[in-house]
């Protein structure tokens, strides 16, 4: 497959595709003419780091999952606890957006939106919620 085949079967973009080549995550044979050619394991890992990066993991974290699929001999907690310490990470950015949205949903409730120059939401952002 050339590489619009494969981004096309994989859901990718080329440019995505050359970049996880470009670091190493995989590695098409190339034809005399410099052209890549990606057999169906391309395909299938292209899919793979897809999948992963759509649920968020980091391109550490996909190139170490990665090392774990193809280590047939691995445990799987290593790749559950990889997949916890991930888990952790989206608790603590959900937990931090929302105060970030109860903060700001009590400034818009705060501010009256009328004509008035006085806003609540631009004092708070300026340090001083008192004004």
């Known amino acids: ?11 990718l973009p080329a440019k ?3 970049y996880y080549e470009e670091i190493g ?4 044979a190339r034809a005399e003419n410099g052209y890549r050619h990606f057999a169906e394991a391309d395909l299938h890992k292209l899919t793979f780091l897809g999948r992963a990066r ?9 190139r170490t999952l990665l090392a774990l699929y193809e280590d047939h001999s691995r445990a799987s907690a290593d790749v559950k606890r990889l997949a916890e310490d991930h888990l952790d990470r ?6 931090e957006l929302a105060a970030m949205r109860d903060t700001l949903a ?26």
Not at 1 to 11: H, Q, T, Y
Not at 25 to 28: C, D, K, Q, Y
Not at 90 to 95: C, F
């Open 25 to 28: 995550l995989i590695r098409p």
């Open 54 to 62: 759509s649920l968020g993991f980091s391109i550490g974290d996909c």
């Open 90 to 95: 989206i608790d603590r950015k959900l937990a």
């Open 106 to 131: 009590h400034l818009v409730r705060s501010c009256a939106g009328d004509g008035r120059p006085d806003c609540p939401i631009l004092a708070d952002l300026a340090g001083t919620p008192d004004a």
């Open 16 to 18: 995505t595709i050359r």
């Open 1 to 11: 497959m050339n590489i619009k085949d494969v981004a096309e079967r994989s859901g």
